[in-house]
């Protein structure tokens, strides 16, 4: 009794429920009513949007059509940290280590601490560090808070003669934050993150997470860009899971899954700790019953790895346990109880773009009753950024629907683009063809090795799955013009990005995701080319395929203001110098 009372009384948490703070809003004591209608409509999936400017970004914020429900706005920035209702400890320690908010910071901080769904698809090297220390700030704000709920409502009940007071506070499992990251590295830069926000007195087995996350052997020069080494520098493994428990003045790392408050894991390592369909008896994915709140950094990265890991993952979140695991059902929250924890659960996403597979998630994994906003970046475009006078030529395809878009897209490839390339075969050395997608690539080298058209056309390869000697053969072929055509898919260039010299055309069969790509194989290939006097200035080329599908990789590349018109336009070729 007197150990509980000096938790509850160390625990900083006040007594009484403050209904401006979010954290009671949304979780604890929510308003029943205003849920129960909310919740409804999302079930019927009845959303109403509006398109607003934050200080930041244009922004599109979707909530459910509810009656009585307000018209959608964007939260007003906010001052400083002092706004923001955090745990008195985390407050003065945020103000030390953070400080003043960027003007990022300031507009996005209002929306991630309502317990809003977030899409944030303008993360870069520069403002990533302000992101990751809102989110880490916000979900040790979150774990603190309920643990000191509980700690509080533990001493009541000790003291309650009233054996019918009813206090729930928890989910059915202890773990309420996920963090997927994509390697080991950004790992340890959330945990460092975490570490810096949380200041404990002890942190148990952190020699063995550095020992098992630190890579302090420098493998990139500057030659390698700097986006490919703030993702790959350090330990670049994509196999990881780990847990972490916090007490008043103890962070422990690897926390059993089921004794831990955050987890951070990677798509593959989470994927392969919950295991597979085909053995449903030892599938585990209790732990995730109760994540009240995901991060998913670094998403563009993810998209790179094997995206159907992490839609693998959400759908198996917020399920009803198949144990018990030692849990209290009296002290479990009653819209856990419901089967409603996935309409409180808040998501937040940060990519350094916006892809069709991220709306996808927002639209069918993301159904917080509180709302969802997604920030959409302005596009400059990179067309003037090659550093190098090249005609671009884009070439758009009908096709009538996603599902038939491949085969338009292939279609499209070998009536119109190669032609020429065969009819002029002697002249065609120096061709590269950028490929997307695997799938695409193996068609397309299928279609080179077997059909008699293309025999005059000498080609190679360098796909993800090449290995080193297999790449840099692939490539001194390429240089001498032993092969006239490289196949090169958009995974090699993002795991590797390792300079392809003897280009002097290039043919993309579809536009990169990262404009960053589009820069470097259409300007850095070709001005390595001119340098090599193997062109003449000005005489490289680009052509590329793509059809109203691309609409967001088409923008980043050639910019807001020219996309809509090579969409909806009734010309299909489209020529930039």
Known sequence: MADLEEEAEQSDDEDDVD?????????????EAVTAKRVKAIQKNDWTFKRTMSKVSKAVVTYPQAEGTDAPTIPSPISGLDSLKLKQKLREIALKKIGSLDTLQRAIAPTIFNYNDVLYDNRNIQNSNGLRQLVCLHAVNHVFKTRDRVIKNNYKLSREENADLELRD???????????????????????TIEDICAPDQRENRKRFDDAYTDEHVKFGD???????????????????????????TVKYFSQFYNS???????????????????????DYDFLSSIEMVVVDQADAQLMQNWEHVEYIFEHMNLQPKDAHGCDFGRVRSWYLDDQAKYFRQTIVLSGFNTPELTELFRTQC?????????????????????????????RFECRSLEK??????????????????????????????????????RVRNYFSANPAVAAL????????????????ARSHFMTGRHKVLLYTERA??????????????????????????????????????????????????????????VMKLERVVGTQRVGKMIQEKGDTFDFV
């Open 19 to 31: 209904a401006s703070d979010p954290f009671d809003s949304h979780f604890a004591t929510p308003d």
């Open 170 to 192: 928890q989910g059915f499992t202890r773990p309420k934050i996920l963090f997927l990251l994509p390697t080991r590295q950004s790992c340890l830069t959330i945990a460092n």
């Open 223 to 249: 030659d390698k860009p700097a986006d490919f080494r703030d993702l790959f520098e350090g330990n670049d493994d994509d196999m990881f899971r780990i847990g972490m428990k916090f007490t008043r003045k």
């Open 261 to 283: 408050d955050i987890l951070l894991a990677s798509p593959l390592g989470l994927r392969m700790a919950i295991g597979s369909d085909e053995d449903k008896k030892k599938m």
């Open 367 to 395: 159904h917080n009753w509180a709302g969802k906003v997604r920030f959409q970046a302005d596009y400059p475009g990179v067309l003037t950024q090659l550093g190098i006078k090249a005609r671009q030529t884009f070439s």
């Open 405 to 442: 878009e491949p085969d338009a897209r292939f279609d499209y490839f070998v009536s119109a683009i190669l032609p020429s390339l065969i009819k002029r075969a002697r002249d065609t050395s120096g061709t590269l063809i950028f490929i997307p997608s695997y799938l695409d690539f193996v």
């Open 458 to 473: 000498s080609f190679g390869t360098i796909s993800e799955y090449a290995d080193v000697p297999e790449a840099s053969r």
């Open 493 to 550: 260039h993002h795991f590797r990005r390792t300079p392809i010299r003897g280009v002097q055309r290039v043919i993309m069969y579809g536009l990169p995701d990262n404009p960053i790509f589009y820069r470097e194989i259409a300007g850095d290939y070709l001005a390595r080319s001119e340098q090599d006097m193997r062109i003449e200035p000005g005489q490289g080329t680009v052509r590329i395929m793509f059809s109203k599908y691309d």
